[in-house]
């Protein structure tokens, strides 16, 4: 199955749920639910994702994993230490709907990833779920996971006016753009993450 819809419709029956009562539970109208259903809409939030999958009473991976081939059975654990955990042979690729990546053309491998117990992640909290795609070299502005001297760590990346990486982190001490160091180099991509609301 790779729509979103027909999972989501999936996952209700298998709940007990009609429409009205999932978006009761969700905090939408029943129609968003047919429309979500329907694939009419194809742009669900994060938030929205995290409260569908509350609702539904499974795992928010249950709504990303592509049931038409066996992938998914828990997300990779991303820690500080190299290397990144897609380059285990055994790790498991995700196929994500095109509606998570809202604005983002991404046509290569997906992993989906969250924090190994006890690590901490600029942009990547304790129980979030990220969605990455290895890279080999930096291609536009955004977040991505860069190896470096230091073990592996989540930055904003931007070309600077002379053409060299500039590195920000989401911390007040590291927000300030500055140069990427000579041996760091970005290794994935950030191209979605869940949180858990209040988070």
């Known amino acids: 199955m790779h729509a979103l819809g027909p999972r989501i419709k999936q996952l209700r029956l298998e709940a007990s749920l009609n429409k009205a009562a999932l978006a009761r539970k969700v905090g939408v109208s029943d129609v968003t639910i047919s429309y979500w259903e329907s694939g009419a809409i194809k742009q669900i939030g994060h938030e929205r994702l995290v409260a569908l999958a509350d609702a539904l009473g499974c795992p928010l991976r249950r709504l990303l994993e592509d049931d038409s081939v066996d992938t998914l059975s828990t997300p990779l654990y991303l820690s500080s230490h ?118």
């Open 82 to 199: 190299p290397p990144a955990p897609w380059h285990d042979p055994n790790a498991n690729r995700i196929t994500l709907p095109e509606s998570f990546l809202a604005g983002i053309n991404w046509q290569g491998e997906c992993y989906l990833v969250t924090p190994a117990p006890g690590e901490r992640f600029d942009y990547l909290d304790s129980g979030d779920l990220a969605a990455f795609g290895p890279i080999d070299t930096f291609d536009q502005p955004g977040r991505y996971l860069i190896e470096g001297a230091l073990g592996l760590f989540i930055g904003q990346l931007e070309r600077g006016h002379g053409g060299e990486l500039l590195y920000s982190g989401e911390k007040a001490a590291t927000a300030q753009a500055r140069p990427l160091q000579k041996d760091d180099h970005p290794v994935g991509r950030l191209l979605a993450r869940w949180r858990q609301e209040g988070s």
